[in-house]
């Protein structure tokens, strides 16, 4: 703390510092209460905690704030724990600090947070590639940490280094992980050590992997082995994991489709309520109207309440808007209420704006408060902002689950498409001085569409310096178009 804050002063002020200042400052201003309330910091046995109400404020005022080169450099501290060592890494290259990033993510490593290490390599290989991430995957993995042990396991049986993916997926071996279960079992398999694999497979299956094993059977089925893929799938399906089915026939689409309805028929044979669902998108994949109402029909038929919404969907996509629109009303009156948002956005597609807002109020009415998000972009694409305006800050009120201020973006978007760029911009400024800080990686990506290079860059910037998740590929995509 010490060595952070004399970081924000002057070199003067650093000049004169008494011996005695941090003692004194801790004494005399942060651990005393101030007004009978916990002053800034509180004592948590040698730690310091911060008071929740400056935390809170701090979050709201102070998120764009780029600190100095020695705040980082203060963590590199032999007092640091890893765990704050790995979050400072991550905290520094979201703001384009990499080089004290770098030697934050080594310090992490060195102190034992491996988790921490693999996820700022995830941040990295999200933003810069892989090539870029793979020291810090491979320095977590040698560390210990299993998540990167697999990563680099699969990679090396993908590049056909089977005995460098085996040393991997052993040391993530526990005996209980399905991961490196299925790895190791995927390996022996490859080499023709078929009841060795089988075994694994099971063992894995009975440590609950059965997702494990389904993921298996789709890369089974894109290297031909048909047949083995089939069988791990049902093994799956067994298991308890109902969707495994559906995922390996959709590794069939294209000119595999026979095949994909084949795995589907199947599902349906082994119990799988969904399976006519599947076949009818599955349809919507080749160019066949006849098959495609074949399906659907067939959905009808079944009474199920989402076949009939998705049914309903693709014929009201493929111009029959008025069956489409009956099916949707049978699945919500059999108690699947997101069909109304679709038959809602039908009506919207029609311009019949006001059916579609009764619409969304009535989905109000049984609890579905993104209906409001939806009724509130309605009003906003017809310019009435102060009802849009209303039902975002509604939204904000009754939403407990998801991001209380997705209803503001929402609105945000539909004022900048109907060309109130001003107003949009004014509408995110809001909630990012709140401390949202996805509103300015909205506003950063406003800016490169526009073309205007300054604005851009200090849109990005300013993002950046905030920390906010995405800001990073927003500044590299900046940096590639100048190039």
């Not at 300013?462 to 927003?474: E, M, V």
Request: charged content about 30%; glycine content about 8%; overall charge negative.
């Amino acid at each position: 703390m010490a060595a952070a804050a004399q970081s924000y002063l002057t070199d003067l002020q650093r000049a004169t510092l008494p011996i005695d200042w941090f003692d004194r400052a801790l004494k005399e201003y942060l651990l005393p209460l101030c007004q009978g309330a916990r002053g800034p910091l509180s004592r948590a046995g040698d730690d310091f905690r911060l008071a929740d109400y400056l935390e809170q404020h701090g979050k709201r005022t102070r998120q764009g704030s780029r600190p100095p080169d020695g705040f980082w450099a203060a963590a590199l501290r032999d007092d640091v724990t890893g765990g704050d060592a790995a979050a400072m890494a991550r905290a520094a290259y979201r703001r384009d600090r990499r080089e004290i990033a770098h030697r934050l993510a080594l310090e992490a490593a060195v102190r034992g947070d491996r988790a921490g290490l693999a996820t700022f390599a995830a941040m990295v290989e999200e933003d810069e590639g892989r090539d870029e991430a793979s020291p810090y995957l491979e320095l977590a993995a040698e560390n210990g940490d299993t998540r990167s042990q697999l990563v680099l396991g699969h990679r090396c049986e993908d590049s056909g280094d089977y005995d460098a993916a085996e040393a991997w997926y052993s040391l993530a071996d526990d005996g209980a992980n399905p991961h490196a279960l299925v790895g190791l079992a995927s390996v022996h398999a490859r080499q023709g050590r078929y009841e060795v694999a089988d075994e694994l497979y099971q063992t894995a299956l009975t440590n609950g992997g059965a997702r494990e094993v389904e993921y298996q059977a789709r890369d089974l089925a894109k290297r031909d082995e048909h047949d083995e893929a089939l069988r791990l799938a049902e093994e799956s399906f067994r298991h308890g994991n109902r969707e495994a089915l559906t995922g390996l026939a959709w590794r069939y689409t294209g000119p595999d489709l026979p095949r994909a309805f084949a795995v589907m028929r199947r599902a349906m044979a082994l119990g799988f309520d969904d399976a006519i669902t599947e076949m009818v998108i599955l349809a919507t994949t080749a160019n066949d109207p006849a098959l495609v109402r074949r399906y659907c029909d067939l959905a009808i038929e079944s009474g199920h309440p989402n076949a009939q919404r998705v049914a309903g969907h693709v014929l009201a996509r493929s111009g029959d808007e008025r069956r489409g629109a009956a099916l949707l009303w049978r699945a919500f009156n059999g108690g699947l209420h997101w069909s109304l948002f679709e038959l809602a956005e039908l009506r919207e597609r029609q311009g019949r704006v006001r059916a579609a807002r009764r619409l969304y109020r009535r989905l109000t009415s049984v609890g579905q408060v993104f209906a409001l998000v939806r009724l509130a972009v309605s009003y906003e694409q017809a310019g009435d902002q102060s009802t849009a305006e209303h039902l975002a800050s509604t939204y904000a009120r009754l939403e407990h689950l998801g991001p209380k201020d997705s209803g503001w973006r929402w609105v945000a978007e539909a004022r900048y498409q109907r060309g109130d760029h001003a107003g949009a911009k004014r509408l995110l400024e809001r909630i990012a001085s709140a401390g949202d800080t996805h509103a300015l990686v909205t506003m950063a990506g406003w800016a490169i569409k526009t073309g205007d290079r300054p604005e851009a860059e200090a849109a990005v910037n300013r993002a950046i310096d905030s920390g906010a998740p995405g800001a990073k590929k927003l500044l590299l995509q900046l940096r590639q178009s100048s190039e």
